[in-house]
């Protein structure tokens, strides 16, 4: 087995006093660079897979080894982009992100720690609200606030839980393009939740889907294989889009609940996800064939 | 349209304190020269001077001449029962700064300890729940034993009542900031000493401040009493004295002093509230 930049081994999550896992015997691995969304139903344990590979939750078993170290604890290496923002609101959105910039460089001077800030605030347009404070920006403009103090550390891997679920479509659409935007540029691994699934094709390498819990699994793994270059306003014109979307939105709609006992369950190797290229299909297989033979099947790709 | 309310608020009042002053006159006026005959005044020329006090409840004008001869001359001192009104209420804010401060370094540090384990939460909180309705004046005998001196004594009661809505308050804030700047400090390996003061105490100041503002409060009233029992100096006292001299427009000129300087300290306190308040 080759050496992944970040594997996840056999997780698992029991909160205490409840009698079934949230999951269990969770495998997959993200290479260096790669971007991979995870998709599932609200409550099978998304955020806590997310708190785990941050370290600010404990898993009940299994690892999580980033760059050859076992991740035990929160880290600098790993910046975290909250769903809820999580900005101070008593400190102005420049010190907001010199927080983090002073906990990554302590000895970093005044100076160079405002101009390493600005940079990043600029980065996502926000180089005219530097010093406002966070209550006077929109939703938007303060997610926005939250995704510079992440990639301002300059960590090695970046996770987003659900970072743009609170805003509106079309400020939703500026961010993505945003973040696409840096991400492109600096190469940046990250691991991000969401459950949107036009957003997961836009920014993902791989789409990780998990079925409902209690003992939800990686179902499969879904590679977009459209051109890296895609952008939100093209990539509809790529015929492998919805080829993608369908796959995905079926899994969301049908499969994704009655997983546990499917066929598919059964053939199922927790430790090599099937990964699937619904892109690369030409056809789309019949109704009937694909409830007997779940199409992911047709698709493994060996690894 | 804020300006005229604000202006109408003031008109009223004015009249309502025009109103006051007039029922108080009216109440006060003409009886004192109707009743001091026969036995009444016989015995205010054999009190002199000192009979004057003791006919009636005083009228305004009285209270008056009393405001004007206190706040002439605020700071004189002729020895331990004749000290002018600032004197006095030094003494008072001297007492109250001192125990309020000591209060304010026992219950952040304790508060903020509290606050951030639910073990020691548990464990204080039977103490506490027992302490805290205990009146601070209750303690005086104690503390009049145990510590041997008055002024003393009124700082530790100005201490102990202080305390607990400081502590209180401080281990709630503490204990109720928000999980998700705890987890930006933690993904940050911000070191404890730096997310107490950068982000538990900016998130809890709030919390912190009303609970100081409450202490204050308490403390400005519990001192007069405390002063009333211990005697020496301070306004407490200067109202006992001046009561045992029958002077009554002193003790009403005294009552509204500690009035406005209890408003005083409260507004202070709402200045600083602002001042660590944060909009989410
Ligand atoms: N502190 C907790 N105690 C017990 N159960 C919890 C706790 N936190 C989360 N859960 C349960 O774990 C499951 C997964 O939660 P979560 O990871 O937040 O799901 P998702 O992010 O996918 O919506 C949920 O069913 C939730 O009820
Ligand atoms: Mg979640």
């Known amino acids: 087995m080759t050496q992944h930049f970040l594997s996840v081994e056999g997780l698992k999550k029991a909160y205490p006093g ?41 898993a009940s078993g299994g690892v999580v080894i980033m760059d050859g170290r076992e991740v035990s604890g929160p880290s600098l290496d790993r910046g975290v982009v909250f769903q809820s923002h999580a900005l101070m609101p008593w400190m102005s959105v420049l010190a ?38 966070p209550a006077e920006l929109s939703g938007g403009m303060k997610q926005r606030v939250g995704i510079a103090r992440a990639f301002a550390i300059e960590p090695k891997m970046l996770l987003l839980d659900e970072p743009f679920g609170a805003l509106d479509a079309l400020t939703r659409g500026t961010i993505q393009d945003e973040l696409l935007k840096i991400v492109q540029a600096t190469h940046q691994t990250v691991f991000m939740i969401t459950h949107d699934v036009d957003e997961a094709i836009l920014l993902a390498d791989k789409v990780v889907l998990m079925s409902n819990g209690p003992l939800a699994k990686i179902a499969e793994i879904v590679e977009i294989t459209m051109p890296r270059e895609r952008t939100r306003a093209d990539m509809h014109h790529d015929p492998q889009f919805y080829r993608i979307r369908n796959h995905l939105v079926d899994f969301l709609v049908n499969r994704s609940k009655g997983y546990a006992g499917s066929d598919a369950a059964v053939l199922h190797d927790a430790k090599h996800p099937p990964v699937v290229r619904p892109g690369l299909v030409e056809e789309e297989a019949p109704e009937s064939a694909t409830f007997r033979q779940p199409p992911q099947l047709k698709q493994v790709v060996n690894h | ?40 005044a016989e015995y ?35 020895g331990p029962n004749d000290k ?64 041997k ?57 709030p919390t912190i401040l009303t609970g100081m503002r409450i202490s204050m409060g308490i403390a400005w009233l519990v001192i007069v ?24 427009p002193n003790v009403i000129f005294a009552v509204v002093m500690i009035g406005l300087v209890g408003m005083i300290l409260d507004q202070i306190f709402g200045v600083l509230q602002k001042f660590v308040t944060y909009r989410e």
């Open chain 1, 18 to 58: 409840t009698p079934t896992p949230v999951f269990e015997n969770i495998h997959f691995a993200i290479e260096k660079g790669e971007f991979v969304c995870i998709i599932g139903h609200s409550g099978c344990g998304k955020t806590t897979i997310l708190n785990v590979l941050a370290g600010l939750e404990e």
């Open chain 2, 84 to 147: 002018g009104i600032g004197i006095q209420l030094a003494h008072s804010l001297a007492r109250v700064a001192l125990g309020f401060l000591l209060a304010v370094a026992v219950a952040l540090p304790l508060g903020f300890a509290i606050g951030m384990s639910p073990l020691l939460l548990q464990a204080f909180n039977p103490f506490i729940q027992i302490l805290k309705p205990i009146s601070p004046l209750a303690w005086m005998p104690l503390a009049l034993y145990s510590l």
């Open chain 2, 225 to 248: 009493a405390a002063e009333m029992l211990v005697g020496g100096t301070g306004i407490g006292y200067f109202v006992w004295n001046e009561w045992n001299n029958l002077a009554l």
């Open chain 2, 1 to 40: 349209m804020f300006k005229t309310q604000g202006f109408k608020a003031g008109l009223i009042s004015l009249l309502l304190f025009l109103l006051f002053l007039g029922a108080w006159s009216l109440a006060t006026f003409p009886k004192e020269q109707a009743t001091l005959s026969g036995a009444d």
């Open chain 2, 44 to 78: 205010a020329a054999l009190m002199g001077k000192g009979a004057e006090k003791s006919s009636g409840f005083p009228a305004p004008g009285k209270v008056g001449e009393a405001f004007v001869t206190y706040l002439s001359d605020p700071f004189y001192d002729n």
């Open chain 2, 149 to 205: 001196d008055s002024d003393v004594s009124g700082i530790f009661v100005i201490f102990i009542c202080s305390l607990w809505p400081m502590l209180i308050n401080t281990a709630f804030g503490v204990a109720s900031v928000r999980k998700d700047w705890i987890n930006v400090a933690r993904t940050l390996e911000v070191s404890p000493l730096r997310k107490a003061f950068q982000v538990i105490l900016p998130a809890a100041a």
């Open chain 1, 96 to 133: 907001n992100v010199a927080f983090a910039v002073k906990s990554k460089w302590p000895d970093m001077p005044k100076a160079q720690v405002e101009a390493h800030c600005t940079k990043y605030l600029e980065m996502v347009g926000l180089g005219q609200a530097i010093h406002k404070k």
